[in-house]
């Protein structure tokens, strides 16, 4: 039964169910149904090349202290060669380093088709403010 009080004076409580009292404004946005695969490209998500860069990285870092140490020390009167082949392995390192790095990031990936897609999703997904009932106490 509906009732409407126009230009009428209330001296009793009126019951209005479902009216929306301690009223709230949400801003909603349409979610991203993450799959599986999905989940899994993410979590393992670095690529080949990355790994290998990282790993190798660390190799150079290593063979670059020891060369350090060898070059140091002259400084307390030891003679210690630094062969050229020495440098050799060095820059090697230090090329196929760069390299991989650079191409982890031009080649494209599971991980980062899987970002993309969410990215695109958020960026592209409109947003709607809407009122949403509080919590009354």
């Known amino acids: 039964m509906n009732k409407i009080f126009e230009n009428k004076v209330i001296t009793h409580t009126v019951v209005v169910p479902d009216a929306l009292t301690d009223a709230s404004v949400a801003t909603l946005?349409?979610?991203y149904s993450l799959t599986a695969v999905?989940?899994?490209h993410i979590k393992h998500g670095r690529h080949f090349f990355y790994t290998l860069a990282h790993g190798l990285l660390l190799i150079t870092i290593g063979y670059g202290i020891n060369l350090g140490a060898k070059a140091s020390s002259v400084v307390f009167g030891v003679d210690?060669?630094?062969?050229?082949?020495?440098?050799?392995a060095?820059?090697?390192?230090?090329?196929?380093?760069?390299?991989?790095?650079?191409?982890?990031?031009?080649?494209?990936?599971?991980?980062?088709?899987?970002?993309k897609d969410i990215k695109d999703h958020f960026k592209n997904s409109p947003k709607?403010?809407?009122l949403v009932r509080g919590i009354s106490e």
């Open 29 to 31: 946005q349409a979610d």
């Open 38 to 40: 999905e989940f899994e």
């Open 80 to 88: 210690q060669k630094i062969y050229f082949g020495e440098w050799i």
């Open 90 to 115: 060095f820059s090697v390192g230090a090329f196929f380093t760069i390299a991989f790095f650079t191409l982890s990031f031009f080649v494209s990936s599971d991980h980062k088709k899987v970002m």
């Open 128 to 130: 709607r403010k809407q």
